[in-house]
Antibody, heavy 116, light 112 residues
């Protein structure tokens, strides 16, 4: 059974850093594309970043230069390192497997609150 | 604003049919990229509802169907049920945003 479990969210002051984790089971993260998607309170879905199976990464303009996506194959886990956080980054962050069938599996999400 | 345009809200009575549109452009839906649809129930993570324009994952009722034509796509829900009340998002890709996933702004479905 495929499962994704995010962790690492919390309350952080503006300008601070957080690292989110997404632990996967039931498949191998290094063989798939993995995306992070966020949802600000009361708002829609916003794609944040993706890491391809080959290691190529892409970022939304809103986070480029501040966020870094990576993975640890030994832990079958994907990470999102978030630096220089701003109030507008406040959101629930989801990780999702990204493939030919779209974002077919999602985690439960982890809440990041940035206080100004 | 979102790359893909959806109506903010739609509504229908139980048993009725509703459709949700997703309008893009020649650089995304019109370029041939697949459209996927997600359902987000209140206080839950999004769930894949339709993939590859018109395919249902295992477990999704056949009351849900998707279609795509030109620069637009649509999600249709027939035999509306109270449990269908949720937010719905379309998603595709864009040739001007290499590697990026693009979403519609979301549509709130209210079952009257």
């Amino acid at each position: 059974e495929v499962q994704l479990v995010e962790s690492g969210g919390g309350l952080i002051q503006s300008g601070g850093s957080l690292r989110l984790s997404c632990a996967a089971s039931g498949f191998t993260v290094s063989r798939d594309y993995m995306s992070w998607v966020r949802q600000a309170p009361g708002k829609g879905l916003e794609w944040v970043s993706v890491i391809y199976s080959g290691g190529t990464t892409y970022y939304a303009d809103s986070v480029k230069g501040r966020f870094t996506i990576s993975r640890d194959t030994s832990k079958n886990t994907v990470f999102l390192q978030m630096n220089r956080l701003r109030a507008v980054d406040t959101a629930v962050y989801y990780c999702a497997r990204d493939g030919d069938r779209g974002l077919d599996y999602w985690g439960q999400g982890t809440l990041v609150t940035v206080s100004s | 604003q979102s790359v893909l345009t959806q109506p903010p809200s739609v509504s229908g009575a139980p048993g009725q049919r509703v459709t949700i549109s997703c309008t893009g452009s020649s650089s995304n839906i019109g370029a041939g990229y697949d459209v996927h649809w997600y359902q987000q129930l209140p206080r839950a993570a999004p769930k894949l509802l339709i993939y590859g324009n018109d395919n249902r994952p295992s477990g999704v009722p056949d009351r849900f169907s998707g279609s795509k034509s030109g620069t637009s796509a649509s999600l249709a829900i027939t035999g509306l049920q109270a449990e269908d009340e949720a937010d719905y998002y379309c998603q595709s890709y864009d040739s001007s945003l290499i590697g990026h996933v693009v979403f519609g702004g979301g549509t709130k479905l209210t079952v009257l």
